[in-house]
């Protein structure tokens, strides 16, 4: 049974530039929340995907967008990348019918230049 | 904003003590969730425990929860070095299933 799984683990980018986040929820699963986790802090709530649309959204810009696919993956895209954007990105599955335990994803590590 | 606050920042103990890390939090819960991670890496589930719940135990772990003092407490007995890691607490407020996490205790295990 596979669990989450994201990609790429690594990734640099310069200020300004675009990036894509792929996630690859739990076998089973239909629900992706993605997370954005500073060094030293704890994982940020940036929005949750359910049946292709965003369900919920945390306190993050508009440069923040995401998509579900008919498959349940889901990518997470960042616009105009700032310095600040640097961080361990999660993903997280779970079952939207009262599945309150998510299942994280190894993350995706993003460097801003 | 981060909903819980784990208290130690930090805690370093030699293989085989226990080890108690808290979580305090401001508003009213549907549960609360202990979570570890190694090393920047994805977060794995340890524990959830309700609302209506005052503890739980999972092996070594053992989760409190008191209401009233909007506190939970996470210990470790017979702690491994493997247990090295940071612990996050989450919680999801009534009618929510987004858990909020706080900045996490770093665990330090000697051999």
């Known amino acids: 049974d596979a669990g989450v799984t994201q990609s790429p683990t690594h990734l640099i980018k310069t200020r300004g530039q675009q990036v894509t986040l792929r996630c690859s929820p739990k076998s089973g699963h239909d629900t992706v929340s993605w997370y954005q986790q500073a060094l030293g802090q704890g994982p940020q709530f940036i929005f949750q995907y359910y049946e292709e649309e965003e369900r919920q959204r945390g306190n993050f810009p508009d440069r923040f967008s995401g998509h579900q696919f008919p498959n349940y993956s889901s990518e997470l895209n960042v616009n105009a990348l700032l310095l600040g954007d640097s961080a361990l990105y999660l993903c997280?599955?779970?079952?939207?019918?009262?599945?309150?335990?998510?299942?994280f994803g190894p993350g995706t590590r993003l460097l801003v230049l | 904003s981060q909903q819980g606050e784990e208290d130690p920042q930090a805690l370093s103990i030699q293989e085989g003590e226990n080890a108690t890390m808290n979580c305090s939090y401001k508003t009213s819960i549907n549960n609360l969730q202990w979570y570890r991670q190694n090393s920047g890496r994805g977060l794995v589930h340890l524990i959830l425990?309700?609302?209506?719940?005052r503890e739980k135990h999972s092996g070594r772990l053992r989760v409190t929860l008191d209401t009233s003092k909007k506190s939970s407490s996470l210990l470790i007995t017979a702690s491994r070095a493997a247990d090295t890691a940071s612990y996050f607490c989450?919680?999801?407020?009534?009618?929510?299933?987004?858990?909020?996490f706080g900045r996490g205790t770093s665990l330090i295990v000697h051999p």
């Open positions: 997280a599955s779970s079952l939207l019918t009262g599945e309150e335990t998510q299942y």
């Open positions: 989450a919680t999801a407020g009534k009618g929510s299933y987004i858990p909020t």
């Open positions: 425990i309700r609302s209506n719940e």
